[in-house]
């Protein structure tokens, strides 16, 4: 029988965040996935060294690959160090994999990066978003929105 998900992600130490992925995209669904990395990757991240700006993930040939993730050569590392921006596989059970694909192909749907952690027992996870991105409109939405809610609190605590 297979082991029920945690309804929260597990995230010991967070090592890079894509903070203005919410902004810029409506958020469907989060899931996690593990990451292949090669022996200094791993040195370099848990120095907290790594950028998930740019980055997004794509299926190709039945895998899941994250594009454009930038993770800084070892400083301690010598001739065997990786190379920063080299495309990295995630690791998924085959059925994510074909709801992925399927979302992505059939609704226009993007595959980005929310962070990059560590986990309860020291692996590296990442935590995958499947989104839709957001219209200018959308945005200005957003910003109308927060600043009423910061707005609104500020009334609420200056009136008691």
């Known amino acids: 029988?297979?082991?029920?998900?945690?309804?929260?992600?597990?995230?010991?130490?967070?090592?890079?965040?894509?903070?203005?992925?919410?902004?810029?995209?409506?958020?469907?669904?989060?899931?996690?996935?593990?990451?292949?990395?090669?022996?200094t990757e791993v040195k370099a991240l848990r120095a907290g060294e790594?950028?998930?700006?740019?980055?997004?993930?794509?299926?190709?040939?039945?895998?899941?690959?994250l594009v454009n993730a930038n993770i800084p050569e070892y400083t301690h590392g010598n001739r065997l160090n990786h190379e920063p921006r080299r495309p990295r596989k995630l690791?998924?059970?085959?059925?994510?994999?074909?709801?992925l694909f399927g979302a992505v192909e059939r609704k226009g749907m993007t595959l980005i990066p929310l962070s990059i952690y560590f986990n309860r027992t020291g692996r590296a996870k990442v935590e995958l978003a499947l989104a839709k991105g957001k219209q200018t409109v959308?945005?200005?939405?957003?910003?109308?929105?927060?600043?009423?809610?910061?707005?609104?609190?500020?009334?609420m605590r200056d009136k008691g």
């Open 1 to 39: 029988m297979a082991r029920p998900k945690p309804a929260t992600f597990d995230k010991q130490k967070t090592v890079a965040d894509n903070r203005r992925a919410k902004f810029d995209y409506s958020i469907e669904d989060t899931l996690e996935a593990g990451l292949a990395l090669s022996g």
């Open 50 to 65: 790594a950028s998930i700006r740019e980055s997004y993930a794509e299926v190709r040939d039945g895998q899941v690959w």
């Open 91 to 99: 690791l998924l059970h085959g059925r994510e994999i074909e709801r």
């Open 138 to 155: 959308d945005k200005r939405h957003a910003i109308k929105e927060r600043d009423w809610k910061r707005d609104k609190a500020r009334l």
